[in-house]
Structure formats: structure tokens, C-alpha cells
């Protein structure tokens, strides 16, 4: 059995997916377990410098584009979006989201659990998912490593509370949310 536990908009099998992250060419890449979003997010978001801005990526139609939208917000507004829609970001299998500042950090959760943190300075992400179970291997696999014609995975919408990622869109443009 994984150690990787999947969040609900995801199926595939990741049994041989480990707590591990690698290192290369400034980023920190691993595949978050499901466990661990509500975690990681809230600690990591107190790294950033502000100004920084949230982004949420979301699927453009039925094409395979996505439509990237922005909102500049400070991190306890970072926070309160986290406490508002981690339900939907912490378990849709579809979007892809994320947090950034303008000192060049990013944090990018992208698809089937794949989350790419870049920064000049990992050493102030490193300890978060050390803090978390996962030890540095640079031969780590994320699941998009094992994705193959015989394990092709699956990725779906999930709702919660009634809502879905286009709520997230409708209601955020409301105080701000911008289309990139």
C-alpha cells in the first residue's frame, strides 16, 4: 500500500509513490498526500512575502487549456481563502492552484498531487514537508512518474458543501479575482 493517500478527485494507482521530495534547478517537487494539504498549505503561505497573490487554474471548457486567474491579497487573506475553499482545493482532481509572491516564490499544486514549490530560498520550505513525513531523495516519483498507458489515472470535479471550483471564481471575482 501507498504511503500516498489520494485525494477524492483523484484515482490511480500510486502504491509505489513515497513520502519523498526531490531537488532540481531551484524547485522542490513532490506529490502531497492528501493528509497533508491543510498542513503544509497553512504553514507554507507564512513563508511568503508579501505582496503576494493567490491563482487558480481552471479548465477552459471541454479543450484541454486552462484559464488562469490572479487575486492580490495579503496572507491572512491568503489564509482565509485556504479556510474557506480548502474543501474544493484540497480535493478537486481538476484544478490546479497555488500561491505566489512577487520575491519569486511560488507554490504550485498541480495535477494528481504533484505540488512544485520554486523559490531562491528553499531552505525556508524544506523544513515544512521535513516537518511532514517526507525525506529528500533525488530519485523521488511523483505520480505523473507512474501515469502509463496500463495506469492511466483519473481526475474529477468534487463539490463540497454545494460548491465547486467555479464558485471559488465566481465568488473571489467579487473582492477582486482577475482573469490572467
Not at 72 to 85: D, E, H, S
Request: charge should be negative.
Amino acid at each position: 500500500m501507498s504511503e500516498i493517500k489520494l485525494i477524492a478527485g483523484v484515482s490511480v494507482n500510486a502504491d509505489s509513490i513515497k513520502k519523498e521530495y526531490r531537488i532540481d534547478s531551484g524547485w522542490l517537487t513532490l506529490t502531497l498526500s492528501a493528509e497533508d494539504y491543510r498542513s503544509f498549505f497553512r504553514q507554507a503561505v507564512d513563508k511568503l512575502t508579501e505582496p503576494m497573490f493567490f491563482f487558480i487554474e481552471i479548465p477552459d471548457g471541454d479543450s484541454d487549456e486552462y484559464l488562469t486567474y490572479y487575486l492580490n491579497c495579503t496572507v491572512p487573506v491568503a489564509k482565509a481563502i485556504l479556510k474557506r475553499y480548502g474543501g474544493i482545493l484540497f480535493s478537486d482532481g481538476v484544478i490546479r492552484f497555488g500561491f505566489g509572491s512577487e520575491e519569486g516564490d511560488e507554490i504550485y499544486m498541480q495535477e494528481f498531487q504533484r505540488l512544485g514549490i520554486y523559490s531562491n530560498s528553499l531552505s525556508k520550505f524544506e523544513p515544512i514537508v521535513k516537518s511532514l513525513g517526507y525525506k529528500n531523495n533525488p530519485e523521488a516519483l511523483t505520480i505523473w512518474d507512474v501515469l502509463s498507458d496500463d495506469n492511466p489515472g483519473m481526475r474529477e470535479c468534487v463539490e463540497c458543501d454545494d460548491e465547486g471550483f467555479e464558485d471559488i471564481v465566481e465568488n473571489l471575482t467579487e473582492v477582486g479575482l482577475y482573469l490572467g
